[in-house]
């Protein structure tokens, strides 16, 4: 493979020519469909692993850089790259989509071939987002991550699927207009001050934006990506659309789509408007610490299964959030490495429980217990996934909590301490749940003589431990990879915000919290 070989055009593409060709394919014809989607993705996961291999740590610059004129007398390009931060993100996609595609193989039985193209079609948007570098091209492909999700979870979800999927796209549309007309307002900005009108965002980092302005973008920008995340208070889509969504939905929702919007923070709303972020740390710190308490509390009184580990998300989310805005090493590391912690570990608790509901056909914990004696190997698997979503020392969510909590109480020590106790709430509102399905006496009958793991279920949470024990006992090459990008990034950070600017003559020093940029 040479230098010049366009391989983030290939990953991004390659699952819409799946898409495109598997619409030709007869829909009767449905081993055919389940074979060549499995086929394609399998072929688009390996492609996206020398992005791993041929990553080089020892640079904070952008990789596998591609550039094309698209519009240049509008001054947009096609521009794609990578860096630590959205490397990893493009193979927790392609990996994940895999798994989609191997739980989805007997819980769908309508529309399949409609179904995984919609698969396919949003693996495309999401990978596309991740490596856009100009803002044009990133909001088509944030667009376009919409509709695919808007169908599984409306064609394919529960009962109230209409109301959730009607929810999730007004939320999400409703940020993402304000993003729009923030966009548009840099480009003019710029263009008003070089001379040179461009979407490029590697460009744009550069400009001189006064801070009242930067506070208005940066709003605009960070309630977009806010409403994705989703932070507290802009979190009620998310309990609708994962109850409603199919597990496979459940999973990509949870485990990629969330991770876009704390993305959009990283690459674009933070290195942008960095004056703008840094005034709004206090803000956004105690959104995630109400966010991680707020979600591990209605935690402890959920019924039903994907609704508590909806929840756990908004909590969890809360964490990456607070590493984020810690400005320090370990927290930003953290955060990131939380990201690919939680795409693993609430996705494996979205398959355990989709794998459990094509068995019993509820999801209501009252309607459990005492399924350990009927299915042991899905009960050790649980019990490893629920271990590592409360970061039991060993797991891979250990290692992102201590960072997270290590940058937070290195920033504000208040903000460490009320994180800590969302941890341990995060043990009681897991464990119990726990408790309540896999043990105790079977009082419903309906739970008697439940079929263990099929061979394709073991494989696939075969793959989810595999990552819950690499990262957790063996996490350098993942931090190791991401180290020179944060560092890079902190330090950017800290050359933007050290100067003083004045708003009504009145001097706003934002450089605190970027001298953390350089403590270790």
Known sequence: MNETFPLLSWIIFLPLAGALLLMLVPGERVSLIKFSVLIWTLVEFFLSLPLFFRFDEGTAEMQFVEQRAWFPEWGIGYLLGIDGFSMFLVLLTT??????????????????????????????????????????????????????????????????????????????????????????????????????????????????????????????????????????????????????????????????????????FIRFAIPLFPVAAVAATPIIRWMAIIGILYGALMCLVQTDLKRLIAYSSVSHLGYVMLGLFAFNVQGLQGGVYQMLNHGISTGGLFLIVGMIYERRHTRMIADFGGLSGEMPRIAAFFMIVVLSSIALPGTNGFVGEFLILLGAFRSHVLSGVLAATGVVLGAVYMLWMFQRVMFGKITKEENRGLPDLTGRETTILVVVVFFVFLMGLYPSPFLRKMDVSVTGYLQGMQAKTILSVSVGGAPIVASNAARQAESR
């Not at 923030?182 to 550069?206: C, M, P, S, W």
């Not at 995340?229 to 459940?250: N, Q």
């Open 95 to 264: 990996l994940l989509t895999v798994l989609c595609v191997l739980c989805s193989w007997e819980s769908v039985e309508r529309r399949l071939k409609e179904y995984f193209v919609s698969f396919l079609v949003m693996e495309t948007a999401m990978i596309g987002a991740l490596c856009s570098l100009d803002l044009v091209l990133f909001y088509i492909f944030w667009e376009l991550m919409l509709v695919p999700m808007l169908l599984l979870i409306g064609v394919w979800g529960g009962p109230g699927r209409i109301y959730a999927a009607i929810k999730f796209f007004l939320y999400t549309m409703f940020g993402s207009v304000l993003m729009l007309l923030a966009i548009l307002a840099l480009y003019f900005h710029y263009g008003t001050e070089t001379g040179l009108h461009t979407f490029n965002v590697l460009d744009l980092y550069g400009a001189d934006i006064p801070a009242v302005k930067q506070y208005w973008l940066f709003a605009a920008f960070a309630l977009s990506f806010a409403i994705k995340v989703p932070m507290f208070p802009f979190h009620t889509w998310l309990p609708d659309a994962h109850t409603e969504a199919p597990t496979a939905g459940s999973v990509i929702l949870a485990a990629v789509l969330l991770k876009m919007g704390v993305y959009g």
